[in-house]
C-alpha cells in the first residue's frame, strides 16, 4: 500500500464510466489519491472538500459542463489556484481557447493520447518530473 501522505490528490471529473476507471487506475498506480466525480456538480462539491492539487475536467457533460465547473473553480477564492486540465475530445480552436479564457492550464486532447502520457503531463505541471 503506497504512502497514504506523500500522494498527491488528484480530481478526475469524467461522465464516461470507462475513462473515468481507467484513467482513476492509472493515477492510482502512479502514487495518486484519486477522487472521482461523473458529473460537475459532483466535481465541485468534490473540489472544495478535498482541495485536489490538480483537477482533470471532461468538458461534455451533464448537469454542469466542465466550462461551466472551471468558471466557478477560478470564481472561488478557496479552488481558484487549482490547476484544471481540460480533457476533452473536442478538439476545436473555440473550445481550446475559450479554456484557456477560463484559467485552465492545458488542453488535452482524449483521443491523441495515452493515460500514462495524460499522468506524464500531470506530473509535469505539477513539478513532478
Known amino acids: ?3 497514504q501522505e ?6 478526475i471529473i469524467e461522465d464516461e464510466e470507462i475513462l473515468l476507471k481507467m484513467y482513476s487506475l492509472k493515477f492510482s ?10 458529473n460537475g456538480t459532483t466535481g465541485l462539491e468534490i473540489a472544495k472538500k478535498e482541495m485536489p492539487a490538480i483537477i482533470l475536467l471532461d468538458i461534455i457533460m451533464t ?3 466542465g466550462f461551466g465547473v472551471l468558471e466557478e473553480l477560478k470564481k472561488d477564492k478557496k479552488t481558484k489556484n487549482i490547476p484544471v486540465i481540460l480533457l476533452s475530445n473536442l478538439g476545436q480552436e473555440d473550445d481550446i481557447k475559450k479554456g484557456q479564457k477560463l484559467g485552465a492550464v492545458d488542453y488535452l486532447i482524449k483521443a491523441n493520447m495515452t493515460p500514462i502520457q495524460v499522468v506524464n503531463k500531470v506530473n509535469e505541471i505539477l513539478g513532478k518530473k
Not at 506523500?6 to 480530481?11: A, E, G, P, R, V
Not at 498506480?29 to 461523473?38: M, S
Open 1 to 3: 500500500m503506497p504512502n
Open 6 to 11: 506523500k500522494q498527491t490528490k488528484i480530481l
Open 29 to 38: 498506480n502512479n502514487n495518486f489519491k484519486v477522487f472521482q466525480a461523473n
Open 63 to 65: 448537469q454542469l459542463d
